[in-house]
């Protein structure tokens, strides 16, 4: 299967197993569940569960728990993103870009496109705020049951090492840490090293945890091949940021499906603000060298990985 | 040991495993870890972590386990008053009762006294509205990571039957389902089978799950002993918002250390408004009976679970 029908093929069983994995629309409170649903399901890129599929293909793990770790990880990245979006935050109105892009799009590119062309209000302009905040904190539940409900590795102790993984992705210590700093400098200017702490946490962590419970879902790998898709996967989580700077530093609203330049309006330190377009493109192509490198052992069994590398690298939105 | 001074060590203990399982003010990022400290440390009744204990005791269950699930559990509940009380919720200032009381009280009536009567004003006032967002969203994290981190049952499989049973009682058919439902209701008449559904959820389940847990911690229940425990667990849960209910429309402001009559003022439904005082009074007491008469067979064994019952039911904060 060619890179493209893989993806494609990932990202629809990624979007019928988080419609069965979410509670449905008629289970009380239907409120609550509808708004859940209407946060998470109808797009996305799912870069997140498709490197978990990656890595767990790469584990020779079966796709079944690869599609349960993979929505796990996809829930905590959705609550961040209803949370992320409330008015004491970014107060966003819209996510996921303007409202002709359905309309101007056929269906397979749209969801192709994903988090960036649909048309969606946030949730807390479609429901209200105090939805919007229990969204986010009852999906970051679900995502811990997932991965407490469904056998995702032969031992037991292995599955309980997942959790944690997740959690500490997660938590403090990972992406709501990852948050926090980044509230704490905007309007400073940070340093190279501390616009990597942030991100390390903010965006790193979780795509980190994406490719490392992949891998979990499947035969034990050995220390050494852990270790690799381990620096793999802290580069592919740095990669994915500078790239999103570079891309609202310099996208046109309209490939970029939601309003271009906002970091700076905002006075967000971002890669391009610290050191400039031109080496920001530079620090891109250095990480992604990088991440192929820690992949090459690999061989053919780290094709897919390679290959969703190459699309977070090029992707314009 | 009499049960006055079991509950101040208890108390105590969960107290100082709270300070060594959250992370240190000094660990990075600063602000977010002292916040979640604000909100977690100092106080509280801690009826919770107390539930565990007694129901852990009661199955043989080391007390060092025992922190830990109470510690979990509290930190669900530390979060979910952090986001209760931000502007788009509850829009609480205040929280644990009025500034006079360290001064007016000494330290250990202080303790005991716990959320009602310290002087603290909530999370985002204290910090700000995206910090305190982020508290509530990192202690819900650790909570998971607690229990996937530590130890607490023989066979590890048990210990994701914990982590799913915590996960079901936070999220949308557990605690955050009950929220929602708590704001719908808001301004409209329940019927009291409504009533009970929305505090089953609200506040039942989560006391559920700190009773429940407790019991898993230690030697394998029958499942009549069990059984009985979880019908325990109900009757308390419910009481314990009963109770809450009576607390607020009756109580004092001075004594309560919190605003009383806020619920009438809000319009929220609750069992005084649904049913009136004197019925409301009536239903404490036939649930304290059934809690009673649920763990009657445990003997002595219940001893700590029967006397927090009671502890529940005539608390006047």
């Not at 949370?83 to 996510?95: A, Q, T």
């Not at 359905?102 to 960036?116: I, K, M, R, S």
């Not at 200017?189 to 501390?194: A, C």
């Not at 309003?259 to 330190?269: F, H, I, P, R, V």
């Amino acid at each position: 299967m060619d890179f493209q029908n893989w993806m494609t093929a990932v990202q629809q069983r990624t979007e019928r197993a988080l419609e069965r994995l979410l509670p449905g629309p008629d289970i009380a409170p239907q409120r609550l569940h509808r708004a859940m649903r209407y946060a998470t399901l109808g797009g996305g890129k799912r870069v997140r569960p498709l490197l978990c599929h990656a890595a767990g293909e790469l584990a020779g793990a079966d796709p079944a728990r690869l599609d349960i770790a993979g929505c796990a990880v996809e829930m905590i990245h959705a609550y961040s993103l209803v949370h992320d979006d409330l008015p004491c935050m970014d107060d966003d109105v819209l996510r996921r870009g303007k409202p002709t892009c359905h309309v101007e799009y056929d269906e397979a590119t749209a969801l192709l496109v994903g988090d960036a062309l649909q048309s969606q209000a946030s949730c807390h302009v479609e429901y209200d705020e105090a939805t919007a905040l229990l969204v986010g904190d009852a999906l970051q539940s679900q995502a811990f049951h997932l991965l407490a409900d469904h056998v995702l590795a032969d031992e037991p102790s292995n599955q309980l090492d997942m959790i944690r993984l997740l959690a500490q992705a997660a938590g403090s210590r990972g992406m709501a840490g990852g948050q926090m700093i980044d509230i704490e400098g905007t309007g400073q200017h940070l340093s190279r090293t501390e616009l990597e702490f942030m991100h390390v946490h903010k965006t790193g962590a979780l795509i980190r945890a994406a490719i490392l419970l992949g891998a979990r879902c499947g035969m034990p790998l050995p220390e050494e091949e852990l270790a690799r898709l381990d620096h793999f996967a802290k580069r592919v989580g740095l990669l994915f940021q500078v790239i999103d700077d570079i891309l609202d530093a310099e996208g046109a609203t309209a490939t970029l499906g939601k309003t271009a330049g906002k970091d700076a309006a905002q006075g967000k330190a971002t890669y391009v603000s610290a050191m400039g377009l031109a080496e920001a493109r530079e620090m891109a192509e250095s990480l992604r060298a990088e991440a192929r490198t820690a992949i090459e052992a690999f061989g053919e069994r780290g094709r897919r990985l390679h290959d969703l590398a190459h699309f977070i690298v090029t992707r314009k939105f």
